[in-house]
Nanobody, 121 residues
Framework: QVQLVESGGGLVQAGGSLRLSCAAS????????MGWYRQAPGEQRELVAA???????NYADSVKGRFIISRDNAKNTVYLQMNSLKPEDTAVYYC???????????????WGQGTQVTVSS
């Protein structure tokens, strides 16, 4: 059984920082892509940042220069360092792990449960 557990969300003032973590548990052999989406009330889900197995990264234009995505393969964890936060960053943030290999031959895509990030002005 594979699970993703997110942590690090919360309430912060504009200009502040938060660090999100998303760890996969289980008998995991590899993970291809990892990343973060977010969804604000009444808005469509938006890709925030992604990192592939070679650690190449991709960011939404709205977060470039402020957010940093990284991964720790030994811990099956993806991180999102969010700096210079703005009220418009307020959303539920969801992590994902794609192409996750587990057990003898299993492969699947997994999503976190979501963590609320609220930025006050």
């Amino acid at each position: 059984q594979v699970q993703l557990v997110e942590s690090g969300g919360g309430l912060v003032q504009a200009g502040g920082s938060l660090r999100l973590s998303c760890a996969a548990s289980g008998s995991i052999s590899r993970i291809n892509a990892m990343g973060w989406y977010r969804q604000a009330p009444g808005e469509q889900r938006e890709l925030v940042a992604a990192i592939n197995s070679a650690s190449a990264t991709n960011y939404a234009d709205s977060v470039k220069g402020r957010f940093i995505i990284s991964r720790d393969n030994a811990k099956n964890t993806v991180y999102l360092q969010m700096n210079s936060l703005k009220p418009e960053d307020t959303a539920v943030y969801y992590c994902y792990h794609l192409g996750l290999g587990y057990g003898a031959s299993g492969v699947g895509d997994y999503w976190g449960q979501g963590t609320q990030v609220t930025v006050s002005s």
